[in-house]
């Protein structure tokens, strides 16, 4: 896999190749924004972005996913991490223009993109692996997974912060969840199709502001345990436990027994939120019954 640093920033919407991704991370990051890390796996994409610089609790999840790192530029904090884990990383900042370029139909630093090709030529070139034998973090099933016995999910609501609110509204037709954040669809950059995902995961757990010298407002996060989520698929939700036991080991998901969830095969969004977030998922109406 390859894992791409993407900007959330609203000067950066719309974004490039999110639709391509099979995995996409929604985490907190200074200011009460949120950035995106995208995983890409054996298909082609020619533009991903705008790419952004890296954080050091978003390398957790790059590790677990065994995933070329991608970024532009870094914190402190994940330059120290990339050394220190000795992630296989590709920076846009010491790369050419023919791996990372500037577009003029954006604002630096909202403009920078990438493309699939470009990375796995750098990632040969440096002679990291391209190949895997790692399995999924998600135990993806063929089988339709309904949650028959999970309550009604047609619109799932997700406070990041004060700043970042993201909605998911399902579309029947499709299957799939249509992403809208503060309070704006969200579109694909060149084809202008909806941002959609066939699963959701949610996962409370908290962050807090690091005191460090260049006082920027950096976060930490608090992933390492047990903690509270949500599996959204094909319109319904359910409680599950997402267990993390150190930063390079895969997160499990579980549902209330203990069994580990199964996976629609699709795309997956995981939005990791704070223990307090005030999630609202909303059940459809039923005409006669109050709701």
């Not at 223009?97 to 750098?122: C, G, I, M, Q």
Request: proline share 3%.
């Amino acid at each position: 896999p390859i894992a791409v640093m993407i900007d959330n920033h609203k000067q950066a919407w719309p974004q490039a190749g999110l639709n391509d991704a099979y995995l996409v991370y929604e985490i907190i990051v200074e200011g009460g924004e949120t950035r995106l890390m995208a995983l890409f796996k054996g298909v082609t994409v020619d533009k991903i972005g705008p790419v952004r610089s890296s954080r050091h609790y978003f390398l957790d999840y790059a590790m677990e996913n065994d995933a070329i790192y991608a970024h532009f530029g870094w914190s402190p904090q994940a330059q120290r991490d990339i050394t220190k884990f000795s992630i296989n990383n590709i920076n846009g900042i010491t790369e050419s223009e023919s791996t990372f370029w500037r577009v003029k139909d954006k604002y630096a630093p909202h403009n920078a993109v990438t493309s699939t090709d470009a990375l796995l030529k750098v990632a040969k070139a440096k002679g990291y692996s391209t190949k895997s034998t790692k399995e999924s973090v998600l135990n993806y099933v063929t089988d339709e997974v309904n949650l028959e016995e999970g309550q009604g999910a047609i619109s799932v609501t997700i406070p990041h912060s004060t700043l970042q609110t993201v909605k998911y509204e399902y579309d029947e037709d499709n299957q799939m969840y249509k992403r809208y954040a503060r309070k704006k669809a969200q579109t694909d950059w060149d084809t202008g199709n909806s941002i959609a995902t066939k699963n959701i995961i949610i996962t409370f757990c908290d962050n807090y502001t690091m005191a460090d010298t260049e006082d920027k407002g950096r976060q930490e996060l608090k992933n390492i345990g047990t903690f509270d989520g949500y599996y959204i698929t094909n319109g319904k939700a359910i409680k599950i436990k997402c267990i993390k036991s150190s930063r390079n080991i895969q997160t499990v998901y579980q549902d209330l027994d203990g069994n580990e969830i199964e996976v629609n095969d699709g795309n997956t969004w995981i939005n990791i939120c704070p223990t307090n977030a005030k999630v609202v998922i909303e059940a459809p109406v039923v005409e006669g019954i109050d709701n």
